[in-house]
T-cell receptor
Framework: EPEVTQTPSHQVTQMGQEVILRCVPI?????FYWYRQILGQKVEFLVS????????KSEIFDDQFSVERPDGSNFTLKIRSTKLEDSAMYFC????????FGPGTRLTVL | GDSVTQMEGPVTLSEEAFLTINCTYT??????LFWYVQYPGEGLQLLLK?????DKGSNKGFEATYRKETTSFHLEKGSVQVSDSAVYFC?????????????FGAGTTVTVRA
């Protein structure tokens, strides 16, 4: 069964550093998403992406965040200058109809 | 905006017990409703869904009915197993096809003991 994959599973970084989280969506899906879950809190929507552009973003998704689909398979989330409060689990999802989620990347900012 | 309120956990049950997790929502229009499950160390998996009032979603012995009059989508299972231990998330979206975002509840941790 096709699945969404994410790498790395765990990323540790210093405050102020740039990180790139990678996702490989299901191959025939057209819609892509990033969500995050801060420990003990709700899963929150960050951004959706369709036809090579952002279709919707939340207020969390500020200028420090960007997304890209650099080739036909990868979908990336970049955080330019990480803050302590960016520490969270980041989930990628893709959909035609139902959203399928990856296993997540745990980002720890020290 | 749209929101989901979910029963707080954790919930601990014995095998073969009845499980219910309450979920209520606030939305404009007619949202689609979902239950996602997250097993330890894994991502979110769709458990079941319902797209209109009075629809019943079901999967793996779990059921939930879309109740517009009470704005609820409670999850139930008649006889749980140890393998049902997981975190359960109620979620809604404004649509189902195409591009839509999911709004999640806080999640309910369920532990089933043998």
């Amino acid at each position: 069964e096709p699945e969404v994959t994410q790498t790395p599973s765990h990323q540790v970084t210093q405050m102020g550093q740039e990180v790139i989280l990678r996702c490989v969506p299901i191959s025939n899906h057209l819609y892509f998403y990033w969500y995050r879950q801060i420990l003990g809190q709700k899963v929150e929507f960050l951004v959706s992406f369709y036809n090579n552009e952002i279709s919707e973003k939340s207020e969390i998704f500020d200028d420090q965040f960007s997304v890209e689909r650099p080739d036909g398979s990868n979908f990336t989330l970049k955080i330019r200058s990480t803050k302590l409060e960016d520490s969270a689990m980041y989930f990628c999802a893709s959909s035609e109809e139902v959203q399928y989620f990856g296993p997540g990347t745990r980002l720890t900012v020290l | 905006g749209d929101s989901v309120t979910q029963m707080e956990g954790p919930v601990t049950l014995s095998e073969e017990a009845f499980l219910t997790i309450n979920c209520t929502y606030t939305a404009t229009g007619y949202p689609s409703l979902f239950w996602y499950v997250q097993y330890p160390g894994e991502g979110l998996q769709l458990l079941l869904k319902a797209t209109k009032a009075d629809d019943k979603g079901s999967n793996k012995g779990f059921e939930a009915t879309y109740r517009k009059e009470t704005t609820s989508f409670h999850l139930e299972k008649g006889s749980v197993q140890v393998s049902d231990s997981a975190v359960y998330f109620c979620a809604l979206s404004e649509g189902l096809l195409g591009d839509y975002k999911l709004s999640f509840g806080a999640g309910t941790t369920v532990t089933v003991r043998a």
